[in-house]
């Protein structure tokens, strides 16, 4: 694999994959898929965990695993603005797994699939060399609720729900400071990192608001704002001083010197926080109806361009630069 | 794993996973979820394929492989004498995989898509230490058309489509015997392992003929019936000398000496034929049906019996044996 990134890697399999194809909307390379389903849209999305890759045994415990697997696919609805229904499981395991791990597995999935109001309706298991822990989730949404990767347009304004780089805060501390665990910022971000949030609720009162394009943050907000600026066509123009960098982030700094909380915040990737572009004028009232209804923050990040001006960081210093899309690639390296 | 079997693990799963569920008619457990879907059913199923463990890549093209992933879920859904619709696909890779493989793989999964008229709608890559391929796909049924394992009666008969063995055949003869792959048997064997049938149209034939219960052979005969059976509550007598085998496994005994065709045909898995059961008066005129639109033959292996007489294997000897639920399980050995 080292000859193609995964992005790469993802637009030969499109071209493989694209051709008409009756009842499907939204076809491979958005948050998830869209397909006629009666009078409203099926929604589709699978993601695949793998020990080692994606989560590490001696820093989550199996329930915390469960949980965060279902909740990282419904939040690929979310970015749809869809509603979960149905989940699927599929799990590779080894040979020497503990029957006591599967079960408290599958008690986090449950805690997670009663939390987002979906059923747990079928799966497969197994056996493999390490763990691997495949979701799908189907969801729905109405005809014209559904918020795609591609309707950003120049003069859009750019938003982000929440706070970003806890996550990868959390994985920091787990593995290079895990004395400062127990501490109250330190229990933030390994919460961050082991159940995130997927903003459910939210990303269908974006829609309401008339978002023009979301996505989850699942890979970090640089890599992330490429891919949309990419399915929309656009550039965009963030201004660094925006960007809401999670609190906690300081306090992980003060104890691990090493440590950029801006870095972590653009390119630290599992926030799953939505990033949505919006007309101007909604998003004073977007924001205040996320506050009152979900209690989550609505952040002005900046503008979208035309393509040819290419995405661009505007630093306190007043200047433009190439934001680079660096983030989580399962391939590099 | 050692302490429980697969099945044994997937019964304490779905106890932990039963309770309400809104919108399901049929949870874990089957070859595939029911769910409502307007006036319609929906159709949900998962199948993940490891390298090493359901596949081998000495053994097999990476083209077969997407081929037969595919085909494989889709036979979940013939099962179920459902209609394939859309699939998913979460790829696991290796650093050192070239992306020349993976472009086969996934031109194997769209010529099978191509061929049960569904899209690939969407999917994830991770890396992994080894290859895992897992594939959702979704389909649908009218309200009353579905069939579950769950609905076979005493007195009905019980049949299977096509022959048995094949698929198992042509893994001990590429394991075994390569230097006879190329003999017309030994195509016909490893055309069946690789290049498995689902049957779609056959599913849908057995439905309207009245099918109480259907299954598709995954993990051989004697497994699955054994499941089928718990899931009605019933038992049933095979009769031994009726069972199907496929022809060409006698050529491969004949070269191999240890090989016993009606062991392979029993317990060795992966034939994905329909294993159903039908009211007495409609077996000859749905044989006939099957011969007529697919050419595919329909065989009455026996009877189902109340749950109390257990399930049975009529030797030719006239004398009624246990049948022991021998097959592929994930976590034996």
């Not at 790469?8 to 390379?29: C, W």
């Not at 079960?103 to 009663?114: F, H, I, M, P, T």
């Not at 926080?273 to 998003?283: D, N, W």
Request: glycine content about 12%; overall charge negative; proline content about 5%.
């Amino acid at each position: 694999m080292s000859r193609l990134s995964e992005d790469e890697l993802i637009q030969a399999i499109r071209k493989l994959l694209s051709g008409q194809a009756p009842g499907v909307v939204v076809g491979p390379g958005d948050d998830a898929a869209l397909v006629e389903m009666g009078d409203r849209l099926g929604v589709l999305s699978t993601d695949m965990l793998v020990e080692g890759v994606d989560f590490e045994l001696g820093l989550t415990s199996p329930h915390d695993l469960g949980y965060k697997a279902l909740a990282v696919n419904v939040s690929d609805l979310a970015a749809m603005a869809a509603s979960p229904r149905f989940a699927l499981v599929a799990l590779g395991l080894p040979k020497d797994v503990e029957p006591s791990w599967v079960v408290e597995l599958y008690g986090g999935l449950r805690e997670a699939a009663d939390e987002y109001a979906l059923s747990i309706v079928g799966g497969d298991l197994s056996s493999a060399s390490q763990i691997v822990l495949s979701v799908t989730v189907t969801g729905e949404v109405s005809n014209r609720g559904a918020v795609t990767r591609a309707g950003a347009g120049p003069g859009d304004r750019l938003c982000v729900t929440g706070a970003l780089g806890a996550a990868a805060g959390g994985l920091t501390l787990a593995r290079e400071r895990p004395r400062d665990a127990s501490t109250a910022w330190g229990r933030d971000l390994l919460l961050a990192l082991n159940r995130p949030v997927a903003r459910v609720g939210e990303g269908q009162t974006l829609a309401q608001f008339g978002a023009t394009a979301m996505i989850d943050l699942s890979d970090g907000l640089s890599l992330d704002l490429a891919r949309m600026c990419r399915e929309s066509g656009v550039g965009a123009r963030v201004v660094s001083a925006s960007i809401p960098i999670h609190p906690a982030l300081a306090e992980l700094a003060r104890a691990l010197p090493g440590v950029e909380p801006l870095r972590l915040a653009m390119e630290g990737g599992e926030d799953f926080e939505l990033l949505a572009t919006l007309p101007e004028e909604s998003v004073a009232p977007a924001a205040a109806t996320l506050g009152e209804r979900f209690g989550t923050r609505l952040t002005d990040l900046g503008e979208i361009l035309q393509a040819g001006e290419g995405i661009l960081l505007a630093g306190s210093d007043g200047r433009d630069r190439p934001l680079e899309p660096r983030g989580w690639d399962h391939f590099a390296g």
